[in-house]
């Protein structure tokens, strides 16, 4: 399940960020939704709604092209479905359940993307309009990193790719902060290694086993840098145990003795040296580091013990803001 991207705050206690316009979209879907019916497609409410919104005489545009770029190279492209009065981002579903946390992340990356304060989750294919309020609220960004156990240990060529590597991720820090989902920051982060001219090798395969008996052949979800590197990232974890965690896992797998797993959190990149070595032993917690100080790797001390945290899913719940801190 995956980590709530935001707070919940009752409605009670904050004013809505615009309430009006809210409630004369809402308006417009249940229109649209009794008009229309049950069981259709997506692309049907859709064209509806833009019908609605014209005869309301109220200025939207539809699938405009939102390019993400890093240093005015296109990383990827978003098209949320309706934006509209040129400040809320409406992102329409017509599925048969409960959203999901991967739904929920879309619009994440559109209010994002477009600057927007508010957005709407729209979904129509049950009996009763679903409609979530998405409130983003910008928060300074943090960076944190620690190179405990790449204290000197590692070659001088994995030391050389790991600035490289340290490099691109601050790039992609620098130039987005954070708040993005794993497939956007995932096309950031490849665009970004292609633009400093490492070669990597995504999901290397790796035979699994059980005392010794082979179970089949895996695609493991890291890559590998420089042909000696293993990296590993998530987004919108609280904390980077679980990546720290699996990036060690991947490397005894596919006997790499060094990597890094980063976390694209919901406020802070979380950056940490892994080496084989230290399988048995804890893990140093991610120390701050408000910036890259040269191109030396430093070693940075444990500060804080760093808590794991499952993955719930959002809650479905219309009469709160969802807030989403990027």
Not at 40 to 68: D, G, N, S, V
Not at 82 to 87: E, I, M, N, Q, S
Not at 186 to 208: D, H, N
Request: include cysteine.
């Amino acid at each position: 399940m995956a980590t709530p991207a935001c707070g919940w705050v009752r409605k009670d206690l904050l004013m809505l960020i615009y309430e009006d316009e809210t409630a004369l979209l809402r308006k417009g879907l249940f229109d649209v939704q009794n008009e229309v019916g049950l069981g259709h497609r997506e692309e049907c409410y859709h064209k509806a709604m833009t019908i609605w919104l014209k005869q309301q005489e109220i200025p939207y545009t539809t699938k405009t092209a939102l390019p993400l770029l890093l240093d005015n190279d296109p990383a990827c492209t978003l098209y949320p479905d309706l934006t509209v009065w040129g400040k809320i981002t409406l992102e329409l579903k017509a599925v048969q359940r409960n959203l999901r946390p991967t739904e929920h992340v879309q619009i994440f990356n559109y209010i994002k993307a477009q600057d927007h304060k508010l957005g709407l989750l729209v979904n129509m294919g049950l009996d009763r309009v679903f409609v979530k309020r998405v409130v983003h609220e910008k928060t300074p960004s943090e960076w944190k990193e620690d190179w405990t156990y790449w204290n000197g240990a590692e070659t001088e060529s994995v030391r050389e790719t790991g600035k490289h590597i340290r490099s691109t991720i601050h790039k992609i820090y620098d130039q987005h902060q954070c708040g993005y989902g794993l497939e956007v920051i995932e096309k950031l982060l490849t665009l970004a290694l292609k633009q400093q001219q490492l070669s990597f090798v995504r999901c290397p395969v790796t035979t699994s086993s059980f005392q010794g008996n082979p179970l089949g052949e895996t695609a493991l979800d890291c890559l590998i840098i420089e042909d000696h590197l293993l990296l590993v990232f998530t987004a919108l974890f609280d904390d980077n145990k679980f990546n720290i965690s699996r990036g060690l896992s991947f490397m005894k797998a596919l006997n790499v003795p060094w990597g890094i797993a980063v976390n694209f959190g919901k406020k802070t990149v979380q950056l940490n040296g892994l080496a084989m070595s230290i399988r048995g032993s804890a893990m140093p917690s991610v120390a701050p580091h408000s910036h890259i100080r040269g191109s030396a790797l430093p070693s940075v001390a444990p500060h804080s013990s760093i808590r794991g945290s499952a993955m719930p899913s959002v809650a479905h719940n219309s009469l709160h803001d969802q807030h989403c801190y990027v």
